[in-house]
């Protein structure tokens, strides 16, 4: 008779974004720690560099995935949609395959919440499935309480003030008006999507990038709700060693910090998917510049829309103080004594590096879950503020500032160092995620 406890593979299904690829190889990365051989399932878009970051791991594609280019045409809804659609029977396919070649030695698929596709391999062949939540318990909890709306009656309820101003069931800070809708197109549609994507199914647990430190009352709320145990882990990167980036990082940054006064810099990153208006652009060029404080500021190409390069005017305006990248090694430079705060999109990765390196924040959000998580920094652990209205030159002047030289930043960085212990102590033995992770890989065994 077969032992359970040979069944030590652990297939891992990131959704083909960066951020979404990289908690999900770092968790694959925590539990190749804890003796489990991984093999990756991704498309053939957007692919991790399997050779020269994770030589141990077993990369494995799934045929003729839809195009992630496809995401822009035809929106996030219908290209998840399309894309889980297209992959259920090409997915089911892979795992026959690798069940011929390796055997049944499945301790668990674990998929991202947007590769719901997965669940129904994993039902067919009997193998346990988890669910990796890359965003925030907070988010999760929102799309769950999506999920059971009525478009048609919620577009009525919410034009109604009361409504808009009452806390989303015992999710105190958030009110109806702040549940990350805006930028997702058709209400119905996104609705529908969400019934998809927070069914659990036959999923029998949930592991969320985040720590009980940070969201106790959201972490609750879930194991509550979904009924199946709810694993805690976060924040991945702190252990992990490999750099899962799609992008070339440009470390001549580091070199340019080196030689910067402690604090001093504001650290610009908004993300590698945002995109920004050339008049946007050039606002911030101007009051980063009139701000007299120096700044990083990372614009990838292609993210300035109808532009594949940078304006030089923007070029001319920036090189006096200003120091400009496509892309870094952003926990470095978080961690790097010259930053003095961090201009961010809010994504949940960037939300948690920031964080775990004690750096207060300008939230600059622009749709969906990157609103909570400025809502979070900004009522919540009150580790920095939420930039909103138009980006102008006098208001980005003022932001700089407010953060990196008023009185004011000294309670946010006070804050901000005591949520970075408290982070750093959920990892260690004894710690919160530390215990979290533990039980988790106790609870593949006994699957």
């Given at each position: 008779?077969?032992?359970?406890?040979?069944?030590?593979?652990?297939?891992?299904?990131?959704?083909?974004?960066?951020?979404?690829?990289?908690?999900?190889?770092?968790l694959?990365?925590?539990?190749?720690?804890?003796?489990?051989?991984?093999?990756?399932?991704?498309?053939?878009?957007?692919k991790?560099?399997?050779?020269?970051?994770?030589p141990?791991?077993?990369?494995?594609?799934?045929?003729?995935?839809?195009?992630?280019?496809?995401k822009?045409?035809?929106?996030?809804?219908?290209?998840?949609?399309?894309?889980?659609?297209?992959?259920e029977?090409r997915?089911?396919?892979?795992?026959a395959?690798?069940?011929?070649e390796?055997?049944?030695?499945?301790?668990?698929?674990?998929?991202?919440?947007?590769?719901?596709?997965?669940e129904?391999?994993?039902?067919?062949?009997?193998?346990?499935s988890?669910?990796?939540?890359?965003?925030s318990?907070?988010?999760?909890?929102?799309?769950?309480?999506?999920s059971?709306?009525?478009?048609?009656?919620?577009?009525?309820?919410?034009?109604?003030?009361?409504?808009?101003?009452?806390?989303?069931?015992?999710l105190?800070?958030?009110?109806?008006?702040?549940?990350?809708?805006?930028?997702?197109?058709?209400?119905d549609?996104?609705?529908?999507i969400?019934?998809?994507?927070?069914?659990?199914r036959?999923?029998?647990a949930v592991?969320?990038?985040?720590?009980?430190?940070?969201?106790?009352?959201?972490?609750s709320?879930?194991k509550?709700?979904?009924n199946?145990?709810?694993?805690?882990?976060?924040?991945?990167?702190?252990?992990?060693?490999a750099?899962?980036?799609?992008?070339?990082?440009?470390r001549s940054?580091?070199?340019?910090?080196?030689?910067?006064?402690?604090?001093s810099v504001?650290?610009?990153?908004?993300?590698?998917?945002?995109?920004?208006?050339?008049k946007e652009?050039?606002?911030?060029?101007?009051g980063?510049?009139?701000?007299?404080?120096?700044?990083?500021?990372?614009i990838?190409?292609?993210?300035?829309?109808?532009?594949?390069s940078?304006?030089?005017?923007?070029?001319?305006?920036v090189?006096?103080?200003g120091?400009?990248?496509?892309?870094?090694?952003?926990?470095?430079?978080?961690g790097h004594?010259?930053?003095?705060?961090?201009?961010?999109?809010?994504?949940?990765?960037?939300?948690?590096?920031?964080?775990?390196e004690?750096?207060?924040?300008?939230?600059?959000?622009?749709?969906?879950?990157?609103?909570?998580n400025?809502?979070y920094v900004?009522?919540?652990?009150?580790?920095?503020?939420?930039?909103?209205?138009?980006?102008?030159?006098?208001?980005?002047?003022?932001?700089?500032?407010r953060?990196?030289?008023?009185?004011?930043?000294?309670?946010?960085w006070?804050?901000?160092?005591?949520?970075k212990e408290?982070l750093?102590a959920?990892?260690?033995?004894?710690?919160s995620?530390?215990?979290?992770?533990?039980?988790?890989?106790?609870?593949?065994?006994?699957?």
């Amino acid at each position: 008779m077969e032992k359970i406890a040979e069944k030590r593979r652990i297939v891992l299904v990131p959704f083909p974004a960066q951020g979404h690829i990289t908690p999900m190889m770092q968790l694959g990365q925590a539990l190749s720690f804890k003796g489990f051989s991984i093999t990756v399932a991704q498309g053939e878009y957007n692919k991790v560099s399997s050779s020269q970051h994770f030589p141990t791991f077993q990369f494995v594609t799934i045929p003729e995935s839809v195009p992630v280019s496809q995401k822009e045409n035809l929106g996030l809804v219908e290209f998840l949609m399309k894309l889980n659609n297209n992959s259920e029977a090409r997915f089911k396919d892979c795992v026959a395959e690798l069940l011929l070649e390796n055997g049944n030695d499945f301790a668990c698929i674990i998929y991202d919440e947007l590769m719901y596709f997965s669940e129904a391999a994993a039902k067919e062949f009997k193998i346990p499935s988890v669910i990796l939540s890359t965003a925030s318990a907070t988010n999760h909890a929102c799309g769950c309480v999506l999920s059971k709306l009525n478009a048609e009656k919620f577009l009525v309820d919410i034009e109604d003030p009361e409504v808009q101003d009452k806390v989303v069931e015992n999710l105190d800070p958030l009110r109806y008006k702040n549940l990350p809708i805006s930028g997702m197109g058709p209400l119905d549609r996104f609705l529908e999507i969400c019934r998809e994507v927070f069914n659990k199914r036959t999923a029998s647990a949930v592991i969320i990038n985040t720590a009980s430190c940070l969201e106790s009352s959201s972490l609750s709320w879930l194991k509550q709700e979904l009924n199946i145990p709810v694993f805690p882990l976060g924040p991945l990167h702190i252990t992990a060693s490999a750099n899962s980036s799609l992008l070339e990082e440009d470390r001549s940054c580091i070199e340019w910090l080196n030689k910067q006064v402690p604090r001093s810099v504001i650290y610009i990153s908004l993300g590698s998917i945002a995109h920004m208006e050339t008049k946007e652009v050039r606002e911030m060029a101007w009051g980063l510049r009139n701000s007299n404080q120096p700044f990083l500021w990372v614009i990838r190409p292609g993210s300035i829309a109808g532009s594949e390069s940078l304006p030089e005017e923007v070029s001319k305006t920036v090189s006096e103080k200003g120091y400009i990248v496509k892309w870094a090694p952003q926990k470095e430079v978080l961690g790097h004594p010259a930053v003095g705060g961090f201009w961010s999109h809010c994504g949940w990765n960037s939300t948690l590096e920031s964080i775990v390196e004690g750096v207060p924040m300008i939230c600059r959000p622009f749709k969906g879950e990157q609103k909570l998580n400025a809502i979070y920094v900004e009522s919540v652990w009150r580790i920095g503020f939420q930039l909103q209205g138009e980006v102008e030159r006098a208001r980005v002047e003022r932001a700089v500032k407010r953060l990196i030289v008023d009185e004011e930043v000294e309670g946010m960085w006070e804050r901000a160092l005591v949520l970075k212990e408290k982070l750093k102590a959920s990892i260690r033995s004894g710690g919160s995620s530390y215990k979290a992770l533990d039980e988790l890989a106790k609870y593949f065994e006994t699957e």
